[in-house]
């Protein structure tokens, strides 16, 4: 079975520091990894998908990159803002299905 | 709407009754996708339905649990006999097509008593 864990639980930064966040896989026969946002009382924002055959994915400031063999996902936000502030999830699915394996989360807190 | 909405966004109810817990995918979104989120457990998978059908539904917990999917649009996630450890946040997803990056919900935050 996939497990996914983020490493580490809570992060707090200066703003204008870069961000990285960490997430392990323990099956590297994934589809694809995702990386969402989660702001308190609310559902989940897409931020970057990567398909299984991609090393990495860019986005305005953030950047993701994926190496299967180490079963490793990297999340790079540049620039930290206070609006950056949340929680970010990692999931990976093994299948065209798309099912999702969460990992807990990284809580960031960007302060001004 | 433009994105997923889920009804109601909270729900209390007493131990023992049935809820129904209702998604509106976003318009023309094949796939469609529930997770349940809780302190304890994280975010779950529950089932996935790909139009009307649904091929995987190995998260749900109990014969308790049930979903429908009508006219490849609205999902309806239904728990009998609810019980205390029911409490969660239920969230649903849809994407264009399995696979897919998938748009999540705003959730329902149901509460047993």
């Known amino acids: 079975k996939q497990e996914v864990t983020q490493i580490p639980a809570a992060l707090s930064v200066p703003e204008g520091e870069n961000l990285v966040l960490n997430c392990s896989f323990t099956d590297s026969a994934i589809y694809n990894l995702q990386w969402f946002r989660q702001d308190p009382g609310k559902g989940l924002t897409s931020l970057l998908l990567i398909q299984s055959s991609q090393r990495e994915q860019t986005s305005g400031r953030l950047n993701a990159s994926l190496d299967k063999s180490s079963g490793r996902s990297t999340l790079y936000i540049a620039a930290s803002q206070p609006g950056d502030s949340a929680t970010y999830l990692c999931a990976a699915s093994t299948d065209s299905w798309g099912k999702l394996q969460f990992g807990a989360g990284t809580q960031v807190v960007v302060t001004p | 709407g433009a994105g997923v909405s889920q009804s109601p966004s909270n729900k209390v109810t007493e131990k023992g009754k049935d809820v129904e817990l209702r998604c509106d995918p976003i318009?023309?979104?094949?796939?469609l996708y529930w997770y349940r989120q809780s302190l304890g457990q994280g975010l779950e998978f529950l089932i996935y339905f790909q139009g009307n059908s649904a091929p995987d539904k190995s998260g749900l917990p109990s014969d308790r649990f049930s979903a429908e999917r009508t006219g490849g649009s609205v999902s309806t996630l239904t728990i009998q006999r609810t019980q205390q450890e029911d409490s969660a946040v239920y969230l649903c997803?849809?994407?264009?097509?399995?696979?897919?990056?998938?748009?999540f919900g705003d959730g329902t935050r149901l509460s047993i008593l």
């Open positions: 318009s023309g979104h094949t796939a």
């Open positions: 997803a849809s994407s264009l097509e399995g696979g897919a990056p998938q748009h």
